[in-house]
Structures are given as C-alpha cells and as structure tokens.
T-cell receptor, first 113, second 111 residues
Framework: SQKIEQNSEALNIQEGKTATLTCNYTNYSPAYLQWYRQDPGRGPVFLLLIRENEKEKRKERLKVTFDTTLKQSLFHITASQPADSATYLCALDRTGGGNKLTFGTGTQLKVEL | DADVTQTPRNRITKTGKRIMLECSQT?????MYWYRQDPGLGLRLIYYSFDVKDINKGEISDGYSVSRQAQAKFSLSLESAIPNQTALYFCATMDDAYEQYFGPGTRLTVT
C-alpha cells in the first residue's frame, strides 16, 4: 500500500524566513500530489496540486516541487508570517481518478515573531 | 454560508448505539468523501461516492455504512458504535480539478 512520510516534529522558524516542508512517499508514483493546510479543530483547506509530469508549481508565496525519482515533494512558504502557523498535509492520488487518495499525517509549522 | 456542512459538530454516544453523521454541500460536486482523522494516523478514507448510484469502500470501511440521498447529501452511519470509532470525522467534496473541499468536522466520542 502507498505510504507517505511527513516530518512529525514541528518546524519552528522566524518570521520572514522560508519554511520548507517535506513529503516522501513509497511504492507507487502518484498521478498527482496535493498540499493542504489544517488549523486546529477545522477541516483541511486545499492549497496546491502538482501533477507527475510537473516539476514545480507556484501560487503567491507558496511553491511546490515534485521529484518522482526521489519520490519526494517539497513545500515552500517564502516570507513566512505568524498567520502561516498551521499543520500542512500532503496527499497523493495514485490513479488520478480521485479514488485512491492517501494523506500524510502532516507537519506542524510555527512561525515566530 | 459554508459550502460543506456537517451535523452534528460534536456527539457523545455509548457503545452499541447507532449513530448517523450527515453531510450537505452546495458546491454542486458529484464526488463526496468521508474520512476519519486520528492523532498520529492522519486522514483515512472510509467511503467515497462519485454520484448517487456510485458508492465505494475506502481504506477503513468496516463498521461503517453510507447513504447518498441526493447529489448534495452524503450520510455516514455507525450501526453499532464502539470506542475505537472515537475520532474526528470529515466530509469532503471534490471538483473536476481534483481539489477537495472539507467540512468543519464532527467530533465523535464513543464511551
């Protein structure tokens, strides 16, 4: 079965720095990979999707990379702000049909003043 | 108004009771999902539905059943609740770009 590894330790960074979160997966290469943000007690919120044939995707201060050789995605937040503090989840869809979704356990990001 | 709503938001029930969690959406999406979230285990897929007549088991469907009453409504039932079903439950929809929209969650406690 598909396994996803995200760093379970919280990432603490200073405001203004770039935060980099890692998502590693095993077994099958996914058709696409997604990143979500989750705040305590709330449902995840979609941020970005990157397909297997794409190496990089950007949206405002967010950047995602996808390396199918390393089986890894990196999620970057530039010029981080305290409001970026949350848990970030990685999710993979093996088939691309929206029916084989697997989520990682997430990494908590804390941006300090 | 929220696009994906869940009721109840919190529920405490006893072992052996039947309980239903309800989900409604106003986004007009055909695809709907039920997940549970447990500390350290992440989100796990229970059931998913691609339209009213298409319902499929997910990773952890044992002990659960679902009903898709309409495009907008997808209910999750626990026929006989047990303590290890204590978790945070999320309903979600998916659009044609594969983006998922989650509800606010239902915190279920089985004593």
């Amino acid at each position: 079965s598909q396994k996803i590894e995200q760093n379970s330790e919280a990432l603490n960074i200073q405001e203004g720095k770039t935060a980099t979160l890692t998502c590693n997966y095993t077994n099958y290469s996914p058709a696409y990979l997604q990143w979500y943000r989750q705040d305590p007690g709330r449902g995840p919120v979609f941020l970005l999707l990157i397909r297997e044939n794409e190496k990089e995707k950007r949206k405002e201060r967010l950047k995602v990379t996808f390396d199918t050789t390393l089986k890894q995605s990196l999620f970057h937040i530039t010029a981080s702000q305290p409001a970026d503090s949350a848990t970030y989840l990685c999710a993979l869809d093996r088939t691309g049909g929206g029916n084989k979704l697997t989520f990682g356990t997430g990494t908590q990001l804390k941006v300090e003043l | 108004d929220a696009d994906v709503t869940q009721t109840p938001r919190n529920r405490i029930t006893k072992t052996g009771k039947r309980i239903m969690l309800e989900c409604s959406q106003t986004k007009g999406h055909d695809r709907m999902y039920w997940y549970r979230q447990d500390p350290g285990l992440g989100l796990r897929l229970i059931y998913y539905s691609f339209d009213v007549k298409d319902i499929n088991k997910g990773e952890i469907s044992d002990g659960y059943s679902v009903s898709r009453q309409a495009q907008a409504k997808f209910s999750l039932s626990l026929e006989s609740a047990i303590p290890n079903q204590t978790a945070l439950y999320f309903c979600a929809t998916m659009d044609d770009a594969y983006e998922q929209y989650f509800g606010p969650g239902t915190r279920l406690t089985v004593t």
